[in-house]
């Protein structure tokens, strides 16, 4: 899979048009019904209530009832099964479904609500749900997972994330779809060293004020497609982290919110390159971000590239385009700038409003000078009390496309 071409970029527009996934393959775009449910020739189907005694109550802890389903199904069955979560609300604790399992596919059809448990004991890893090590696992059902983070959220902060709703960790070939997520501890979705997985038709709800509660991070993954969320939270509504390659995130509805983001890149010393990155199709409304990138300072040599936002819409955005390689580095003047090499990024067909006086800031460092950066047809109009539009550049190569768009406040980066 690669960055798609133009005639890949129409199939991919009838795609979402359609309603539909977009797949993106070595030879050619496919389109997958949304929300297309196989029935499996014998699959085998197991009930966490008449078969391992869990109640839906909303007080009965279930934790041990839903980790024992999973491992009796994984483990034991041969071919196609399920494990059915029907409605019902399940108070549950720290659930780990680990593989490799027998069962192939291994789906869990969530049809009620899962409710975390409130004791911050309860978790000693770092996911609340966490499905690890698993090939061909699907998780589906339309029911919700309720982070009920409200209790937690005073504990956050940047250096020790408060427990992930749900994390595909090492996964291959693996689905995430209708599934509603509410109020996450943390980030409400992570995939993260895994492979070939499609994430589609999610709805994530947080309030604005919620700290790290981003929609969903994706971190050393290859070959994912993110389409058709909904997402409103108090951090990024999509993040992308360091180690993709060959992503594309379509046709997210994001606000409030941090926006989208690249990064933050270069913060640990292990981490690696990412590429091959394309955001398009996307609708932001009242976010503090649109497009952007970011990277810390003292970060290890590594390189971002080939990176595409487009066919963007901005309603109320502060910061509709920007690069940021100084990422919580304002305090500190004198730190060592980033090494995060930043280049060949376009920004194409971006449009709306920003109450902001800067419409575009790529603030590039100043050791790695971002390279390749395109502006074409922006088209961003000042909003409330702003009756003009400036950019700010540093240390960055810039080509501006001006056929036919608002380039009066595009003249600091010429």
């Not at 291959?172 to 109020?183: A, C, H, P, T, V």
């Not at 943390?186 to 309030?207: C, E, M, Q, R, Y």
């Not at 050791?367 to 074409?376: K, Q």
Request: with cysteine; charged share 15%; hydrophobic share 35%.
């Amino acid at each position: 899979m690669g960055i798609p071409g133009a005639n890949d970029r129409v199939i991919i527009r009838a795609c979402l048009v359609l309603g539909m996934v977009c797949i993106l393959t070595i030879n050619r775009v496919q389109c997958v019904p949304v929300g297309a449910r196989r029935l499996l020739a014998g699959e085998t189907v197991f009930d966490v209530v008449k078969n391992f005694g869990a109640k839906g109550d909303g007080r009965t802890d279930n934790t041990d009832s839903i980790n024992t389903g999973w491992n009796k199904v994984c483990k034991t069955v041969t071919g196609p099964a399920r494990l059915v979560i029907p409605p019902g609300n399940y108070v549950a604790g720290e659930l780990v479904w680990q593989g490799p399992c027998t069962a192939k596919p291994m789906t869990v059809e969530i049809q009620g609500n899962l409710l975390a448990t409130s004791d911050p004991s309860a978790y000693q890893g770092k996911a609340w749900i966490s499905v690890e090590r698993v090939d061909d696992v699907i998780v589906t059902g339309g029911g919700t997972i309720n982070g009920r983070g409200k209790a937690m959220w005073q504990y956050a902060n940047d250096e020790s994330h408060l427990p992930t709703s749900f994390q595909f960790q090492t996964v291959g070939f693996g689905k995430l779809y209708n599934i509603n997520f509410l109020d996450s501890m943390g980030f409400h979705t992570k995939v993260t060293d895994s492979h070939d997985v499609l994430v589609w038709n999610l709805t994530i709800t947080a309030p604005a004020t919620s700290p790290n509660t981003d929609g969903i991070h994706v971190s050393s993954t290859t070959n994912l497609n993110i389409t058709d969320l909904v997402v409103g939270t108090g951090d990024d509504c999509v993040s992308i982290g360091h180690g993709c390659k060959n992503v594309l995130v379509a046709r997210v509805f994001c606000g409030p919110g941090h926006g989208l983001s690249i990064g933050s890149l270069g913060k640990r010393p292990d981490e690696t390159d990412l590429g091959q990155i394309t955001i398009i199709n996307c609708t932001l409304t009242g976010t503090t971000n649109g497009a952007r990138i970011k990277t810390y300072h003292s970060s290890p040599k590594m390189q971002a590239t080939g990176i595409y936002f487009q066919d963007i819409v901005m309603d109320q955005v502060r910061n509709p385009i920007i690069i940021d390689q100084h990422y919580h580095s304002k305090s500190n003047s004198k730190a060592v700038p980033s090494s995060v090499k930043i280049s060949d990024v376009h920004f194409r067909n971006i449009k709306g409003t920003t109450p902001s006086p800067t419409s575009v800031t790529l603030n590039c460092s100043s050791a790695f000078p971002c390279e390749g950066i395109e502006l074409a047809d922006i088209n961003l109009q000042p909003l409330g009390n702003v009756v003009s539009l400036n950019s700010v550049c540093s240390n960055a190569k810039v080509s501006v496309v001006r056929g036919g768009l608002n380039t009066a406040g595009l003249s600091g980066c010429v």
